[in-house]
């Protein structure tokens, strides 16, 4: 019998890739201030800064976007989409966004503020941004293991729940402006977290009057593991996982452009009426109307398709299973990684990888760099140079961890592709000596990893 997993879909449409030489991106590189964020998209051969907004979407989503009605107000399109959303969260009210970092904005300008604690497994980037641009402060309480690349476990992305409560209570409840779930744990490798965490946390949070949030973004991947990893959801349907997910929150923010596989788009849904009237206040002077909110109508037909598509179990055993195959190849060879893989990517374990760079010289950056030039390959550092802090005495304060993350857009490459990459990183493992450290020469105040200009030490 066959056993080899394939991608469940055929193409109809393709972009050609643009190869460069060695010498060429070299050169590249440097124009960009050796920031991979700062290099033309065209000069990449193989794209895996992310899986944000990069998906290819299927005939039936652009068939649905030709339906798109874009009337300004009660649009057709809207309460397709709003169905759809219901129908995956069982949420009561749903609000549209232009991606998820304008859910949480909208959010956290409501809940947040100074002297207020958000509380997490691990905050995204933009979420900790937007938490921290409110005034208030965000504190992740990840488990142990979650923190461990080489420690193998099934729920990584758990939350630690003896932490959260102490952490409620230090706090004093009332200062706490909500727990929020990453599923999966993005910046924490792409980790899941079970529904017993998911259960747990949110009746913790119950028992003090405390809001429990999910950021949804890669709901689909995370139920998937569930349904593969944890005792008694092997014969769960799909849907009845996700519901079962959704069922412990009182709300969530999303970003469409993950697990719905869109080129844009977001939303926030909530069960607190009150809550949600503040939010669409907000919505109408920063988003747009409550039926819309900074999308087009075809936008919103495009997330709905989406929706349907991620909860396949044919597509995520194909996902889940392309991930597990590059970490196969690089566990033969050696390569420290975060392991198991994540559900839509590799992060490499860079501090294991480059001991010799020390940490405030971004060895992350210096293993994205290295595989740009090596073989076009372009990945994101989630270390110190996103994460970073100063101290009072100007010292670095590094991240937890310094990884280099490969995200595989959804229906993007094929397996050719990812042997490439696989061969690619493993001839980067092998001359790794070589490899030097960076230093920052310009900054912004958040968010710096985005537009940080750097150069070689030495
Ligand atoms: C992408 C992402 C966000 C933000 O969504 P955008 O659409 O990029 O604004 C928030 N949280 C997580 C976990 C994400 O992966």
Redesign the pocket.
Known sequence: MATTIIEPFRIKSVEPLRFTTKAQRAGILAQAFYNPFLIHADDVLIDLL?D??TSAMSSRQWAAMMEGDESYAGSRSFYRFEAAVKKITGMQHIIPTH????S?KILFTITGGKGKSFLSNTL?D??RANIEFSGAEGIDLLTETGKLPSVRAPFKGNIDLDLLEKTIIEKGPTQIAMCII?VT???GGGQPVSTENIRKASSICKKYGVAFFI?A??FAENCYFIKQREEGYAAKTMIEIVNELFSYADGC?M????DAFANIG?FLALNDDVLTRECRNLLVITEGFPTYGGLAGRDLEAIAVGLEEIMDEHYLKYRIRSMEYIGEKLEAAGVPFVKPVGGHAVYLDAKAFLPHIPLHQYPGLALSNALYIEGGIRSVEIGSLMFGKYAVDGTLVPAQMELVRLAVPRRVYTQSHIDYVAEIIIDVFKKRQELKGYEIVYEAPLLRHFTAKLKPVG
């Open positions: 992310t944000s907004g991606q998820g970092r304008a949480e995204f933009t979420t990453t744990n993005n910046s950021d973004c890669r923010t970003s469409a452009k993950k977001g």
